[in-house]
């Protein structure tokens, strides 16, 4: 039995850079990031006052207004991406074809947004102040059920709760899926919403965040040694995900074929990584293993690069245990100093910027970087984008409790 073969065919996206392909990716190679001063809700007394917020959002460009009445901010995110990445990819969903076409989207936190104003509610009217749609709109799995509704995509149907690799892992169950016949298009990506009060209040409880309130444009920076805390970002990533030959007989545009998918588990603490990278080393292996694809035929690895000290230390071991040697000469960015970091969604906006760096020829830098930790010494791609010949690319996410997820993809 020949394996089928999936491509990705659409891309869409809520970011704090951008909501269309042209927006996110000019400001990803001229340099220009999304993070600023928290203006949702007053801050002034919170260890952290910055973050990457999503900016120019006009709901109702993407959604009917009753509808996203009934909708946590994460899951209009996800709608509106969901529709601009199957408008991209020029698919019409027929009566005929709906089952076979199925929707698979996660998230972190899920409608913390609509749970902290229901329970502000709560506790001025009592239990009779809750919303019949308090629940609904608050659950993780909504924006993979709404997306379903909206576009009325009937195929397998579901959401991946890991963290901050929830968005990769989504892909990657999404390429199984498709792999195993049980449907012929995925529409699959991450959503995240999660910059509210209690939220960044409890992340700086645990002293995630950077402090670095000053000087928010650079603030986050991976892989130096004045890296303090990651910051917080929001928005989704959606991808259309289509079996090749499904997408040839529609004579669909193919940006890239998705040709590995690893996940792992580092099993050994709640919220910090395995200091020896073996958790990440393995996802990295898996997915190269599942592609067919040898590690020096890696040109650029698009990092979770958090620049949080535990993570990029560690992903740095975990990238070097396996590409050994190659490691140093193949490129390794990160683009959370451009979109902060989406949690749930990071894996899915990071595997857009993969995409468009294969299509591109060209690696966003990682911006910030300035002093490079002597621990963190591959290269990171500081200063202006590069351009190189690309053929394959990997895109990996690391997760509270250990999740570990890593995505190869390769151009046609």
């Not at 995509?153 to 929830?166: D, H, I, L, M």
């Not at 989504?170 to 899926?177: C, D, M, P, R, V």
């Not at 016949?181 to 960044?200: L, N, Q, R």
Request: charged share 20%; proline share 4%.
């Amino acid at each position: 039995m020949t394996a089928r073969r999936v491509v990705i065919t659409g891309l869409g996206m809520i970011s704090p850079i951008g909501n269309n392909k042209k927006d996110f990716w000019t400001s990803l190679i001229e340099g220009r990031g999304g993070i600023g001063h928290i203006d949702r809700f007053d801050a002034s007394d919170f260890p952290t006052r910055i973050a990457a917020q999503v900016k120019d959002f006009n709901v109702q460009d993407y959604i009917p207004r009753k509808d996203a009445r009934r909708m946590d901010l994460f899951v209009q995110y996800a709608c509106s991406a969901a529709r601009i990445a199957v408008e991209d990819a020029g698919l019409q969903l027929t009566a005929g074809e709906a089952p076979r076409v199925g929707v698979w989207i996660g998230s972190g936190i899920g409608g913390i947004q609509t749970f902290e104003e229901q329970h502000a509610k709560m506790l001025q009217k009592g239990v009779n102040g809750l919303s019949p749609f308090f629940i609904p709109m608050m659950i993780s799995n909504m924006a993979a059920g709404q997306v379903a509704i909206m576009l009325g995509a009937r195929g397998p149907n579901g959401c991946t709760v890991t963290a901050c690799a929830s968005g990769s892992n989504s892909l990657g169950e999404a390429l199984q899926l498709i792999r195993l016949g049980k449907a012929d298009v995925m529409i699959a990506g991450g959503s995240e919403a999660s910059i509210t009060p209690v939220a960044v209040g409890g992340f700086c409880a645990m002293k995630a965040l950077s402090t670095a309130n000053e000087d928010p444009a650079r603030a986050c920076r991976p892989f130096d040694i004045k890296r303090d805390g990651f910051i917080m970002g929001e928005g989704a990533a959606i991808l259309v995900l289509e079996e090749m030959e499904h997408a040839l007989r529609r004579g669909a545009r193919i940006y890239a074929e998705l040709v590995g998918y690893g996940a792992s588990a580092d099993a050994v603490h709640m919220v910090q990584p395995d200091i020896e990278g073996r958790g990440a080393a393995l996802a990295f292996s898996m997915a190269l293993a599942d592609a067919g694809i040898k590690p020096e035929e890696v040109d650029y690895i698009n990092a979770h690069g958090t620049g949080t000290e535990l993570n990029d230390q560690v992903e740095t071991r975990a990238i070097k245990s396996v590409f050994a040697e190659h490691s140093y000469q193949m490129m390794v960015s990160s683009t959370k100093p451009y979109t902060g970091h989406m949690l749930g969604a990071a894996g899915a906006i990071e595997l857009i910027a993969s995409v468009l760096s294969l299509v591109n020829n060209t690696v966003p830098p990682t911006l910030n970087l300035e002093e490079p930790d002597p621990i963190c010494d591959l290269d990171y791609v500081p200063g202006k984008a590069r351009q190189k010949e690309l053929k394959v690319v990997l895109s990996d996410s690391l997760g509270f409790g250990g999740h570990n997820a890593a995505l190869v993809i390769r151009k046609i």
